[in-house]
C-alpha cells in the first residue's frame, strides 16, 4: 500500500499540490501573455485577466473546497487524539476549525472578487484568508504541543512550529508595505517611488501564501491512522446542515416587519 492510500493522506497532499500549481500555472500564464511583470507580481494580480482570470477562480474554489475538507478531517484527528491527550483543549480545536474554514472562505473572495473590480471586498477576502489562515496554524502548533507525545513527532512539531513562524513574520511587511503602494497598475517600473515597498510585498506575500499551504503537509502522517472517511463526511454534512439553519433563521428574522 502507497502512502497516500493510508487513511485520508490524500488530502493533504492533493491540497498542497493543486493550490501550488493553481499559484504557478496562474504565474506562468499572465507571463507569457505580458499581463504582469516577471518580477514578484501580487498573487491576485495574476488571476485578473482573462484567460488567468477564470483558471485562477475554477482552481482557488477547488483549493479551497479541499483545504475545508482537510481542516475537517484534523478536527476530527483531533477530536481522536482527546481520547488519548485529554490536555488538549475542546474549545481550542473548534476554534481552530472555524478559523479555518473562514480562511477557505476568504480564498473564495479573493478569487471571485478581482482586485481591478472590487477592491474593497478583495481586501477585504486577502485579509479573512491570512489572517484567519495564520492563526490557524498557530493553534495547531499548541494543539500539537498539548497532544505530545501523541499524534504527531516532536520533528513535526518543530516544522509547523517554523512554518507558522515564517508565515507570521512576513505577514507583517506584507501588510505594513502594502499601504505605501499607491499605484494599483499590473505594470511597475524601476523608477516608481513606491517600487520597492511593492516588491517587498509581494515577496512576502508569496511566502505567507506557499508557508500556509505547506502547512499542511505536515498532516500527512497524522493521517494515516485509520479514519473512517464515511464517518467524516456524515459528522460534516450535519455541521453543514447545523449551519445552513442558523443561515436561514437568520434569514428569515432579518425579512420580519419592523414595528
Request: charged share 10%.
Amino acid at each position: 500500500m502507497y502512502w497516500f492510500e493510508q487513511g485520508l493522506c490524500v488530502l493533504p497532499a492533493f491540497l498542497v499540490v493543486w493550490s501550488s500549481a493553481t499559484f504557478i500555472i496562474c504565474y506562468i500564464i499572465a507571463i507569457y501573455r505580458h499581463d504582469v511583470d516577471v518580477i514578484f507580481p501580487y498573487i491576485s494580480d495574476t488571476g485578473v485577466s482573462p484567460p488567468e482570470s477564470c483558471i485562477f477562480g475554477l482552481m482557488t474554489f477547488i483549493s479551497a473546497c479541499a483545504g475545508v475538507g482537510t481542516i475537517y478531517a484534523r478536527y476530527k484527528h483531533v477530536e481522536l487524539l482527546r481520547e488519548d491527550a485529554t490536555n488538549v483543549s475542546a474549545c481550542l480545536n473548534k476554534a481552530a476549525l472555524w478559523l479555518g474554514v473562514i480562511s477557505c472562505f476568504g480564498m473564495c473572495i479573493v478569487a471571485t472578487f478581482q482586485e481591478t473590480v472590487v477592491q474593497v471586498v478583495h481586501d477585504i477576502g486577502a485579509i479573512l484568508f491570512f489572517v484567519c489562515g495564520i492563526v490557524y496554524i498557530i493553534l495547531q502548533c499548541f494543539i500539537s504541543f498539548q497532544a505530545h507525545p501523541y499524534g504527531c513527532s516532536k520533528y513535526v512539531f518543530c516544522v509547523r512550529v517554523a512554518i507558522a513562524s515564517l508565515a507570521a513574520v512576513a505577514f507583517v511587511p506584507t501588510v505594513i508595505c502594502a499601504f505605501y503602494v499607491k499605484q494599483t497598475e499590473l505594470h511597475r517600473q524601476k523608477h516608481d517611488k513606491d517600487y520597492p515597498f511593492h516588491v517587498a510585498s509581494a515577496v512576502c506575500e508569496w511566502i505567507v501564501a506557499f508557508t500556509f499551504v505547506f502547512f499542511f503537509f505536515t498532516y500527512i502522517h497524522d493521517f494515516k491512522v485509520s479514519i473512517s472517511l464515511s464517518h467524516i463526511v456524515y459528522s460534516f454534512l450535519i455541521y453543514i446542515y447545523s449551519f445552513a439553519k442558523i443561515l436561514l433563521f437568520l434569514f428569515s428574522y432579518s425579512s420580519l416587519p419592523y414595528g
